[in-house]
């Protein structure tokens, strides 16, 4: 391959309405090389297809995060593409359910998505990232911070995720390896919610869902900030949460 542009590494790549697409796209925009990653080979093609049409350099590679194969596989299929200079790790699964009436498959899958797909990753991005370091962060959730009735298993995968995102941020600063963490403090305004649940959606209206653009911003902030002053962490919410 002659690509030799730096590239953005994404796992938990949906639909182009979606966080992991519009992270795909904030990253084109910083002229990396976009390597879309997750589990639907169509929609990813429909990502790398819409971002080809904007100028921007992507390819797809279908991966399930919580598979160690698919994520050693990912970060070699890259260094063939090019130099990590970011990795972003978004994937993740939200059902609610009640402790009492919780398969023990159903809370050990919820885990496997929420916290042990971004160790795979995480150790992965650490090991490919070049001697001059790179960024890597993880995409949280209100969960990340508080328990909260009838979302305990993803409340305590979100949670650990983040636990592991700050000791990665510790372990490998000097390193030259910028960890982050963002904090998504209520519902996202793409698929997810407007079509999976479109009167919730309504009630909240434009005004009381984070928009995407503005969520991926924050994401090319932590990747633009210079080695004296790193950012760990970002929280985002509306002016209308409840928090
Ligand atoms: N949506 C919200 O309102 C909201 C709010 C707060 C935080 N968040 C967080 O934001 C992130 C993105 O969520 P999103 O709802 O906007 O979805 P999204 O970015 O559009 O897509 C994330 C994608 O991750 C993929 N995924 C799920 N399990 C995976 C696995 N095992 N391996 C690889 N990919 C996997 C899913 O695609 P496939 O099913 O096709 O694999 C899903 O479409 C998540 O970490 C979520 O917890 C979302």
Redesign the pocket.
């Known amino acids: 391959m002659e690509n030799t542009r730096a590239v953005a590494v994404i ?5 182009m ?7 795909c796209r904030r990253m084109g925009q910083e002229g990396l090389h976009v390597i879309a ?4 080979a169509d ?1 990813l093609d429909g990502v790398v297809s819409a971002l080809a049409s904007e100028g921007i350099a992507a390819s797809a590679f279908v ?5 160690e194969a ?1 994520v050693v596989a990912l970060f070699e299929y890259s260094q063939a593409v090019g130099p990590l200079s970011i990795a972003i ?6 059902r609610p359910g009640k402790i009492v009436d919780m398969e023990a498959e159903y809370f050990e899958a919820t885990w ?3 916290c042990f ?1 971004g160790f795979l990753f995480g150790r992965q991005a650490v090991k490919t990232f070049g001697a001059e370091g790179g960024t890597l962060i993880f ?5 990340s911070l508080r328990g909260r009735a009838q979302f305990g298993a ?1 409340n305590s995968a ?1 949670g650990a995720l983040r636990n592991l995102a700050q000791a990665m941020a510790k372990e490998y600063a000097g390193d030259g390896i910028h960890v982050g963490h963002i904090v ?5 305004n ?4 407007t079509e999976g649940f479109p009167e919730y959606a309504e009630r909240l209206g434009e005004g009381g ?2 928009n ?1 653009e503005q969520i991926a911003e924050s994401y090319a902030f932590l990747y633009r900030q210079p080695r004296t002053a790193w950012t760990f962490e970002l929280d985002l919410r509306t002016s209308q949460e409840r928090w």
């Open positions: 796992l938990g790549v949906g639909p309405n979606g966080l992991g697409a519009a992270l990653a997750g589990r639907t929609a991966a399930d995060a919580t598979k698919d790790y978004n994937a993740g699964n939200n496997r998505v929420g797909g995409t949280g959730a209100s969960a993803f979100k998504i403090d209520g519902p996202i793409g698929d997810k919610i869902m984070i995407l």
